[in-house]
Structures are given as structure tokens and as C-alpha cells.
Nanobody
Framework: QVQLEESGGGLVQAGGSLRLSCAAS????????MGWFRQAPGKEREFVTA????????YYADSVKGRFTISRDNAKNTVYLQMNSLKVEDTAVYFC?????????????????WGQGTQVTVSS
């Protein structure tokens, strides 16, 4: 059983930055592709970014490309999401997810485990 716990969310002004962390336990983190998704009020959960276990490739939604960066530290069983130049429309609950058998997918149903989410609020 893999457990994921996000942290680092909060309130920030537009143009600011936040770094989210997602700590994994209970599995072999270094073998998992990891992804970040977000869900704004009244909207469906959407893909943000993902990377395979190797960390060689990264994938981003067009809406965050150039502003967000995913990274991982396998020694710490942690994946990060650095968010720069934040916009009001980035406001959402952010979730990390583990894909045990894939290479990092944009489809949420491909992921096997999810964290509880962390709130990010960007004010104007």
C-alpha cells in the first residue's frame, strides 16, 4: 500500500511562487511514475505534470508549461512541484499521484494511488 502526502500549499499573490512536496511511503518510490493534478471548484480534475520513474522525460499541461517544474528526489521518496509566476486561475486543490506501471500519463485513471490534496490559492 502506497501512501502519498502533499504539503506546501497556501495563499500567494499573483506572480508569486510556491513549492509543493509529495512524500511517498509504503512502496518502492523510485519505480513509480509520478504526476500532479489539480481540481478547481466546480471543475473536473485536470492534469498538470508528470514524470516517469527515471525522471528523464517530463510532461506538462499547456497552461503551466514554462511556469511549473516537476522534480523528484528518490533518496527522499519525494516529488516536488515548483510553481512560479502563479496566476489566479491556478487556484485549486493540487493532488499528487503514483502510477506504478506506467511512465507518467495525462489521464488520471491511469494512476494507482493519490494523496489527499493541498489547497493553493492565488489572489489578485
Amino acid at each position: 500500500q502506497v501512501q502519498l502526502e502533499e504539503s506546501g500549499g497556501g495563499l500567494v499573490q499573483a506572480g508569486g511562487s510556491l513549492r509543493l512536496s509529495c512524500a511517498a511511503s509504503g512502496g518502492t518510490f523510485r519505480r513509480y511514475a509520478m504526476g500532479w493534478f489539480r481540481q478547481a471548484p466546480g471543475k473536473e480534475r485536470e492534469f498538470v505534470t508528470a514524470m516517469p520513474w527515471s525522471g528523464i522525460n517530463t510532461y506538462y499541461a499547456d497552461s503551466v508549461k514554462g511556469r511549473f517544474t516537476i522534480s523528484r528526489d528518490n533518496a527522499k521518496n519525494t516529488v516536488y512541484l515548483q510553481m512560479n509566476s502563479l496566476k489566479v486561475e491556478d487556484t485549486a486543490v493540487y493532488f499528487c499521484a503514483a502510477d506504478l506501471y506506467g511512465s507518467g500519463d495525462r489521464v488520471s485513471s491511469k494512476y494507482d494511488y493519490w494523496g489527499q490534496g493541498t489547497q493553493v490559492t492565488v489572489s489578485s
